[in-house]
């Protein structure tokens, strides 16, 4: 099993529509996640930070589920411009690494 | 401002010949990374390191070297034993157990 999995998608939504990405992880002990962006041929850059149940900023909310080993990535009302490839990192087992997921596109269409 | 700043932009390789991309921070931070990305696929890790003059073997290690003379820096370089190169190649920077990474603009290197 990967350390960190995440469907590829690609999700295709409406403007205003609701979309929820999740992201397992094999290391029970991480103790923070992370979500990214990255748009084509671009760096990937933080979108949010995981430390405990949850964080939420404005449109995008990100929640944590020990029990199950994932996180989850909410955007509300999407817009054209949340069109992009979504990465989520966890730490890697005995290091402080971070590995990262292959990333879930989504596209959102008018 | 702070950031990390990765040069060239684009960088076309010959066969059998070693290239070398720059990686610079400000940030103060302590570790550093290199990654490369293939179409479609996720980040895979080449080399990092934390601290100045040592550095750690990633996953995909093999035809690439790197150095950690200053903090600030940390060079990648291609050899010509690296047989399939081209890819976009990510510099990455952090505080050793802070909060997340801060990525480089990234290099897209072409074998011609």
């Known amino acids: 099993r990967k350390e960190v999995e995440q469907d590829p998608g690609p999700f295709n939504v409406p403007e205003g529509a609701t979309v929820a990405f999740n992201c397992t992880y094999s290391n029970s002990a991480s103790q923070s996640f992370f979500w990214y962006r990255q748009d084509c041929r671009k760096e990937p850059k933080l979108l949010m930070s995981v430390y405990s149940s949850g964080n939420e900023d404005g449109r995008f909310t990100a929640q944590l589920n020990r029990a199950s080993q994932y996180i989850s990535l909410l955007i509300r009302d999407s817009k054209l411009s949340d069109s992009a490839t979504y990465l989520c990192a966890a730490p890697s087992y005995n290091t402080d690494k971070l590995i990262f997921g292959t990333g879930t596109r989504l596209q959102v269409f008018p | 401002d702070g950031g990390i700043t990765q040069s060239p932009k684009y960088l076309f390789r010959k066969e059998g010949q070693n290239v070398t991309l720059s990686c610079e921070q400000n940030l103060n931070h302590d570790a550093m990374y290199w990654y490369r990305q293939d179409p479609g696929q996720g980040l895979r890790l080449i080399y990092y390191?934390?601290?100045?003059?040592?550095?750690q073997k990633g996953d995909i290690a093999e035809g690439y070297s790197v150095s950690r003379e200053k903090k600030e820096s940390f060079p990648l370089t291609v050899t010509s034993a690296q047989k399939n190169p081209t890819a976009f190649y990510l510099c990455?920077?952090?505080?050793?157990?802070?909060?997340?990474?801060?990525f480089g603009s990234g290099t897209r290197l072409t074998v011609v």
């Open positions: 390191s934390q601290i100045v003059n040592d550095f």
């Open positions: 990455a920077s952090s505080i050793i157990g802070g909060d997340g990474y801060t």
